[in-house]
C-alpha cells in the first residue's frame, strides 16, 4: 500500500529464523494492547465532548427544530450559523485561492534562493492542479469553522498500472521503441523465435497514473486524538477511519485475506463498542441509512480501517518511535516506524494550550438560540394581531356561524352585537418588543463573529445620516482585522500541510516531473533540495478595496523612485516591478500577471572578453538580475538634442540652398534654349519670306546668320 511516509521498517531483521518471528510477533502483541488502550481512550474523549458538539452544530447548520415546538405556535429556526459561515467562507478561499502564489519557503542560503523559489511553485501546482485545491481548502475551512477544527493530510500514491498485456511477433526495433516509452514497463520477454521479420514475444505494464502526492480531506468525526493532547505532532495517539470495500482491503494486505473477511462490518471497536461517529455521519447525511447494510456480495461490503499513529517504544530502546499501522478491530494488518503522522490541522479560533479551539457553533449557538426564541414570539403575537381572537356568549351567539371565516360571513345574535361578542386584541407592545430585541442579538452576532449586515454590505441605511460613510469604514476595518485572525489561523494549517508535503516529495519523488506553472512549463526534481527548509504560507488582506489602495500606493512610489533614479537603480528593479504587477493582478481578480506582463529574466554576468562568467563549484554561468542600459545625463541629453536638432536644421537649410540653385540653372538655361530656338526660328523665317528684288547688297550672308545664332544661343 502507497501511504504518506513508506521510511523502512526497523522491525525486519536480516534473520529469518524462529527468534526473528516471535520478536515480531511480541512486537504486534504489545503494540495491539497500546492501540486498544489509546482507542478506548480517544473514544471515551469523542463521545463525552466532540462527538455531541458535531451533532449539534449539523443541526443548528441545517436549522433543525430544538424539540421544544409547540402545536400551535411558530416553530421557525433561524441560521445565524449557517450565515456567517456562508458569508465569511467566500473571504477565505479569496485569500488562499484567487490566483498567485501564497507559498514561501525559506532558504537557508543564498544558493538555495532558486530551488526554494522552484519548490514554492511546485507545491502550489501539486495543491491546485494535480489535486482537487478548491474543494480541499473550501472543506477545510468550513470544517474548521463548523466543527472547531479542519483536518487534511498528505500521502504518496506509487504508480499505477493496468493489467499485463501480451505482445507477440515483434521485431527487435518495435521492442526497442517500447523500452524508450516511459509508460510502459516490460515484465516479461521472449527471444527464442527471434528472426529478421519479428518473433519476439513480450508481456508489458501500462502506467495508467503515475506516482504523485495525494492530498485528502477528512470528515472531523473520522479523526481519533488522545483527550489531552496539545498538538498534533506531538500527541501521544492520533489516527483516522478509512472507510473501504473489503475487497480492496484484501487486495492492500492478501495475507490478512482470512482475518479481514472475518471481521465484523460494523462500525465497532476492538471491544465490541459501537463508535458514535456513525450519529455524526447520520446527521450530515440527514438520513438513518448505514452503509454497512450492504447486498449480498460480501466484497463489496464496506469495512473500516483504523489508521493510527502512536508514539510507542516497541524495540526497548528507551525511547517511544511514531509507528503507524493499520488495524481491522483485533487484526493488525500493517505496521512500521515513521518520520511523522500525515495530518494537518487548523483551528477557527485556538484555544491556547488545547488542540480543540472554538468554533462558530461554539461562539453563536446561544444567540442562534435567543434569535429563534425571538423570533417566534414576534411571529406569534403579530399572528395574533392579524388573526384576532374572540370571546362571545354562548347563550346569545351562534356558534356555527362564528366559526365561518369566510368573506361576508355573517353571526347570528339575539341582541345588541357589541354586548355579546368582544375581539381579544394582543398588545402591539409585545410584537415592537420582540423585534427589537432581536435587532439586539443580530448585533452581537456581528460583535463576535464580525459578520454583521453592514459589513456584508447589505444595510439599507447605509447612505443615510444613520451610517455615515466613515462609520461604515470603521466597521468594515474592524469585521476584518477578525477574519484576517481567522484566515493567518487557517494559514498555519496550511503551512503544515505544505511542509510535509515538501518533506514528502523530497522523501519519495526520485525522477524530474514536468508541469505547467504561471504559463510556462517547469522541470521539478526534488532530489537535490534541502528538506528542513520552513514553509509559510501568506494570508493577505481580505479587504480588496483597501489592497488596491494600497498597491497604488506602492507603484506611484515607485514611479517617483524610478523617475529620480532612472530605470536601472537598485532600489526599485524590474523583478520589483513584475512582483508588484504580480500582486496587482491577482488583487484584481486575475490567476496570474503572465497574460499581460513578461517576466524578465536573470542575465549571465559578462567578463571583458565579451564571454560569461562561469562559477566554478557549479560549472554554471554566473546569473544576476537584468539591469537597463544607463541613462544619460537628462541635461546632457538636452544639450545633445538641441545640437542634433540645429545640425539637422543646418542640412536641411543647405539642401534647400542648393535645390534652389539647382532649379534655378535650369530655369535659365531652358530660358536661353528657348530663346535661341525662337531666335534661329525667326531668322528662317526671314531668310525665307526675303523678296527676290531687293537690293542684293541687303542680303546677310548665311555665315553671318550662324554666327549669330551662335550669339544667341552660347555653348557650355
Known sequence: MSVAYDAPTPYADQNHGKDSALNREQQEDKLLRALKLEEHDALGFHQSEIVSQQIEALQRYYGEPYGDEEDGRSQVTTREIFEVINWQLPDYLRVFAEGGNVITLEANSPDQEESAKQAADYLYWMFFADNP???????????????RMGYMACYWRDKEYSAPQKLTGLNIAQVMQLQQDQNIEIVAHDFDKESEAGGIDLVIKRIKRPARAEIVSIAPEDMRLNGRAVEIDKARYVG?????????????????EDEIYGASSASATADGNIRRSDDVRQERFQDDRNDYKTPADPASTEIEVLEEYIRLDLNDDGYPEVVRSYRIQNTILEFEEVEENPFAVASYRPVPHRFMGQSVHDIAADLQRISTVLTRAALDATYQNVVVREAYNKNNVDLES??????????????PPAEHIMQLVAPNSAAESAMAMLQMNKERVGDRTGSSRETRGLDSDALNDTHSGVALTKLQINADAQKEMTARNIADGLAMLFGKLYRLVCRHQNQPKQARVGGKYCVFDPRPWDAMLNVSVYAGGIN?????VGLQMIGQEQDKVIGFAGAGNPNVTVKNRFAYQEELARQAGYKSATPFFTEVPDQPVMGPDGQPVVD??????????YTPPPQPDP????????????????????????????MSDQQAKAKLAQDAAKAAQDLQLARE???????????????????AASIVSPKY
Open 689 to 707: 519670306n526675303f523678296p527676290a528684288h531687293w537690293d542684293p547688297k541687303l542680303r546677310i550672308p548665311r555665315g553671318q546668320v550662324v554666327a
Open 240 to 256: 483516522r477511519v478509512l472507510r473501504m470495500l473489503r475487497g480492496e482491503a484484501c487486495h492492500l494486505w492478501p495475507d490478512k
Open 635 to 662: 541635461q546632457m541629453a538636452k544639450v545633445q538634442a538641441d545640437a542634433q536638432a540645429q545640425q539637422a536644421k543646418q542640412q536641411m537649410d543647405e539642401k534647400a540652398s542648393v535645390a534652389q540653385l539647382t
Open 544 to 548: 480588496r478595496e483597501h489592497t488596491l
Open 616 to 625: 566554478p563549484e557549479t560549472g554554471k554561468p554566473k546569473m544576476q538580475p
Open 402 to 415: 362564528l366559526l365561518a371565516t369566510y368573506s361576508g360571513a355573517k353571526v347570528a345574535v339575539e341582541g
Open 133 to 147: 485545491g478548491y474543494r480541499l481548502l473550501r472543506d477545510f475551512c468550513t470544517d474548521a469553522m463548523l466543527h
